[in-house]
């Protein structure tokens, strides 16, 4: 029972935990945020927070840091705060590029770089004060029921998509909240994109696979029946080809979907309102990104379509297999039936010749006992084999009527 409570509690604690496993970095006033998603886990990343809780603060710095793991990448975020608004975007911090293992990335590596920067808010926004922070044909909306207001043109500009959140009247945990929404939304885009080249690469084999089954199909309309197992080769390859292929991507896809629907939850959760003379901030990622996942979407639903169809045929393939075979079997049995009444036939022939055989023999028989006794002798009346005649055939057809009843018992 003890072992049995230990381990409740435990796993009563991993839940827990999981609640507060990625809080958000709560700060006011100005400053910049930078967020980058690793794919896979750096030694230095992972050191950078393994003090606890996977957040705290850069060594001699007012820098405060958090790093998260997911189930497929690592995220860092800093939060650096600002004296002052800046006329123009930031540079690089230099406390970024000192971070263990972000200085030297790998760009293989880099899911998405999101720089946020939170200035004060604004009643209305002008092109020329975007343009000067390097903003063109920005999209942007009110946000959190317009407590602050949020741009991007999503350009990515020395590998960093560039935010811009005018603050009004969101407080220190309101504003981290904000913050973190953005940053996922850029994060889980970024994710749920990685299955967009594979579905891209798989349109030209998923025509060659439609191709191929249609003809494999034309051809069970018209082919022989000595034809049937070469078809069923046929099929059964392309049917392998297309579950491997479905099989190598569900994954992927499936983690498209998932990550698609996050992002959808997050700009929900932004409670956008439209900002005059800008798309809406939301409506911009979903118009080019929805695309991307439904192509995702759809390339997994032919491959599963290919795949039924493929087996579809292969049963219908298998049955009129079965058939021919049984037809086959019938056949053959028909002709061992057949075979087998000849048999009968002739060894009921056989069985005739065989009684009169014995009669003649037994005839033969009783005339050279009758020609010794008389030799000997014996008066013997000339009738006599007329008399022994009708009696050795009627024994002999006794004989065999008697042995025809014991051989059907």
């Known amino acids: ?25 709560y700060f006011s006033g100005l400053a910049v945020i930078d967020h980058v998603s690793i794919s896979t886990p750096h030694i230095a990343i992972a050191e950078l927070g393994s003090g606890g809780a996977g957040f705290g603060r850069l060594p001699d710095s007012d820098v405060r840091y958090s790093v998260e793991r997911h189930t497929e990448f690592v995220t860092v975020t800093t939060v650096a705060p600002l004296a002052a608004e800046p006329q123009h975007w930031p540079n690089t911090p230099a406390y970024w590029l000192a971070i263990p293992g972000l200085a030297a990335l790998p760009d293989e590596d880099v899911v998405c770089r999101v720089r946020i920067l939170v200035c004060l808010g604004r009643e209305s926004l002008s092109t020329d004060e975007l343009e000067a922070y390097g903003l063109r044909q920005a999209a942007g909306s009110a946000i959190g029921g317009g407590d602050a207001i949020v741009v991007s043109d999503f350009v990515v500009q020395n590998g960093v998509s560039r935010i811009i959140l005018f603050n009004k009247n969101l407080k220190e945990y309101r504003l981290g909240r904000m913050v973190r929404r953005l940053c996922e939304i850029e994060t889980y885009r970024s994710m749920s994109l990685k299955g967009f080249p594979i579905a891209r690469n798989l349109a030209p084999v998923l025509v060659e696979y439609d191709t191929e089954l249609t003809k494999l199909a034309d051809r069970h309309i018209s082919v022989e029946e000595t034809q049937h197992r070469q078809l069923l080769a046929d099929v059964t390859e392309l049917s392998a080809r297309i579950v491997s292929d479905a099989a190598r991507t569900r994954n992927r896809f499936g983690a498209t979907a998932a990550y698609a629907k996050i992002v959808e939850d997050r700009i929900a959760e932004l409670r956008e ?101 008389q030799h000997a002798g014996v008066d013997m009346p000339d009738y006599s084999m007329l008399i022994a005649v009708p009696i050795a055939l009627v024994a002999t057809l006794l004989a065999v009527i008697s042995l025809k009843r014991v051989l059907s018992k």
């Not at 029972?1 to 970095?25: I, K, Q, W, Y």
């Not at 795949?307 to 053959?332: F, K, P, S, Y």
């Open 273 to 373: 309102a439209r900002l005059p003379g800008c798309q809406r901030y939301g409506v911009f990622i979903d118009r080019r990104f929805r695309p991307a996942v439904r192509t995702c979407a759809a390339t997994a639903s032919r491959l599963e379509q290919m795949a039924m169809a493929a087996d579809h045929l292969i049963e219908i393939l298998q049955t009129r297999i079965q058939v021919a075979v049984q037809d086959q079997n019938r056949e053959q049995l028909e002709l061992l039936a057949k075979r087998a009444e000849t048999q009968v036939k002739i060894q009921r022939s056989v069985e005739g010749l065989s009684a009169i055989a014995i009669g003649y023999y037994l005839i033969g028989l009783i005339k050279v006992c009758i020609e010794a006794l």
């Open 1 to 25: 029972m003890g072992d049995r409570a230990g381990a409740a509690d435990g796993a009563m604690r991993d839940f827990n935990a999981e609640l507060h496993a990625r809080p958000s970095l």
